[in-house]
């Protein structure tokens, strides 16, 4: 088993899924990769794309169809002007055109050249689709891919994160591999290992900066979600509580720009009501800017974007663990945790219940909190833990298909369960724990195998069904 680097766990996305949205756009670039390869865009006639299983029963509330236009244009989630989307989309669909790859104009009509397939799954994974491009000449190329959760993409013969693997010095690919190594050099910080490791792709410098690029997009998320008003799209007529939340907790205080907002959150007033609330108006934001195709850090999917940027955040404003390296340990330590999973079980909620979403961010962030707590290796795969072990068995009900009800609110108790599982975790001896992360990351993936599919982001079952709101 080879190594994950932790931005590949952690990284720049955009809303609102990451296996819904963001793998299918994946897929559909490197299809575009696979045309120039082995023929030419100018000699394509036509170009097809069908979705099964969960990104066809989910597809329109989470934007598959959208996901799989743009990335066909040519486009890439993390430079799009996201403001730009729906028109975009509306030119396709108006005009039965699109321009493949932005270099050719061919006859696309939506419903045809673009199939949501609910009665049929795909044997390799829940998350799977087929592309086929017809060439002038009537030759044919044919690819099928799977949205294996956080945005990878996979065929049946090769898994886009595997081509960023590698063996690393001190490979960790499970929490007691983590306390082997640490005790036999000597470490005292689990985020040490984790800097070592990392230098198989870059130099530390480099993995300090890119840390701090991604805590730079946490905030410029939270500071939009905190500021803009309105309806999220979709149909459900959710109204976005984050800006309502904030104008609260500030009394109305004026600001005008980013640092003069994280001021006035770092000086309002700390007492335990009003820290908590601040937390869920954190997760809130970001869940939100994601449930409108905004920008978002994915850590490790989409529907669970917004836990580590609230208990980051809440570390920033309301702890005196605030230093920029404490920021860097923070998400060391989380990305890590979360290729633990990846690797053992799935961060995919189609294959496992919101327990692989939420549950693993709830995990991650855990332990990154203990981390810069003064928390010893023990203590953090302890906070990973104890946080896992209360989102076992979560379900995937997304009413409508939309990243929404109840995703948006789910992030807020991740948090706090995350912050509260730090908390007992640095109170506690690790050596006296009666359940390691090892095991409840296998009883995870065990719950996942066993739950039914009715419950994995099928919208077929629990809250999806009882509400009986129609898919938008």
Not at 29 to 42: A, K, P, Y
Not at 196 to 222: G, V
Not at 282 to 287: P, S, T
Not at 382 to 400: Q, R, S, V
Request: negative net charge; glycine residues 10%; contains cysteine.
């Amino acid at each position: 088993m080879q190594s994950i680097s932790v931005f590949e766990i952690i990284k720049v996305g955009i809303g609102p899924s990451s296996s819904h949205t963001m793998g299918p756009w994946n897929a559909a670039e490197n299809f575009l990769i696979q045309i120039r390869t082995d023929h030419n865009l100018q000699d394509v006639k036509e170009v097809f794309v069908e979705f099964f299983g969960s990104l066809a029963k989910t597809g329109i509330g989470h934007g598959t169809d959208i996901a799989g236009m743009l990335g066909l244009s040519g486009q890439n989630f993390k430079t799009i002007d996201t403001s730009t989307i729906n028109a975009k989309i509306d030119i396709i669909k108006s005009s039965g055109k699109i321009n493949l790859g932005g270099e050719k104009v061919i006859p696309f009509i939506y419903g045809e050249h673009l199939i949501l397939n609910k009665n049929k799954t795909l044997d390799y994974h829940p998350n799977g689709m087929i592309f086929r491009a017809v060439f002038e000449d009537g030759r044919e190329l044919i690819q099928d891919y799977y949205s294996v959760g956080g945005g990878f993409i996979a065929t049946q013969n090769e898994n886009s994160y595997e081509k960023h693997c590698i063996r690393t010095l001190y490979p960790c690919h499970h929490g007691s591999d983590v306390m082997k190594y640490v005790e036999q050099m000597g470490l005292n910080k689990f985020s040490d290992l984790i800097f070592m490791n990392e230098e198989s792709w870059r130099t530390k410098e480099e993995t300090e900066k890119l840390a701090l690029y991604i805590w730079d997009e946490i905030k410029e998320c939270i500071y939009k979600g905190v500021n803009k008003e309105g309806i999220l799209p979709g149909g459900l007529n959710v109204t976005r509580r984050a800006p309502g939340l904030n104008r609260t907790l500030l009394g109305n205080q004026v600001y005008t720009n980013k640092e003069e907002w994280f001021q006035l959150v770092k000086d309002s007033e700390e007492t335990f009501i009003r820290i908590n609330k601040w937390v869920s108006c954190f997760a809130l934001a970001v869940n939100e800017e994601n449930a409108s195709f905004g920008r978002i850090i994915t850590a490790p999917t989409n529907g669970a974007s917004g836990v580590i940027p609230a208990v980051l955040m809440y570390a920033q404003c309301f702890t005196e663990f605030t230093s920029e390296d404490d920021i860097i340990r923070f998400l060391l330590v989380a990305g890590e945790i979360g290729t633990l999973f990846k690797k053992n079980a799935t961060i995919s909620a189609a294959m496992g219940g919101c327990q692989a979403e939420v549950g693993v961010s709830s995990a991650m962030a855990a332990a990154g909190l203990t981390e810069i707590m003064g928390g010893t290796p023990g203590q953090v795969l302890m906070a990973a833990e104890i946080a896992m072990e209360h989102h076992l068995g979560m379900t995937c009900d997304p009413i409508a298909g939309l990243v929404q009800i109840p995703c948006i609110e789910r992030n807020s108790m991740g948090a706090i369960k995350a912050i509260t599982a730090a908390n007992i975790a640095i109170e506690s001896d690790p050596k006296k724990a009666k359940v390691s992360l090892d095991q409840v990351i296998q009883s995870m993936w065990e719950t996942a195998q066993n739950m039914s599919d009715r419950f994995k982001e099928t919208s077929e079952g629990g809250l999806a069904i009882a509400v009986n709101v129609a898919e938008c």
